[in-house]
């Protein structure tokens, strides 16, 4: 039942936020940019094993990880400057996310 509500409540943002997206594109954003899903990742990472110090360590894992995950938009800002179909930047985007993952490991070694 916990597994199903959290399910939900995350499906339920991401539908939110994408059909907004069509309505109010920059409102969208900030809210998308909010963290909202981290929010609900750390309360309910909490309820369910009740260990302050993992979950201490999860929001520092994701604290490293906002910034290393903004790398997934830096091939968007080359859109018009090369003829490229969108896919190819979408792409892009992703290796830069697999790159800023080893970056993560990297760091969360030292913190």
């Known amino acids: 039942m916990f597994a199903i509500l959290k399910v939900g409540l995350a499906a339920a943002t ?3 936020v994408s059909w907004l997206a069509g309505k ?3 409102l969208a954003g900030f809210l998308t940019a909010l963290p909202l899903v981290s ?3 750390i309360a309910f990472a909490y309820w369910q ?3 302050i110090d993992q979950t201490a360590q999860y929001a520092k894992s994701i604290l490293v990880a906002i910034p290393l995950s903004c790398l997934f938009f830096v091939p968007f800002f080359f859109i018009g400057k090369y003829d490229l179909n969108f896919w190819l930047y979408w792409c892009a985007g992703i290796a830069m996310i697999a790159i ?3 970056m993560h490991q990297f ?5």
Do not use: N, R, S, T
């Open 49 to 51: 094993h009740q260990d």
């Open 24 to 26: 109010k594109p920059e």
């Open 107 to 111: 760091i969360m070694k030292f913190i």
């Open 39 to 41: 929010i609900l990742a």
């Open 14 to 16: 991401i539908a939110f």
């Open 100 to 102: 800023g993952y080893y």
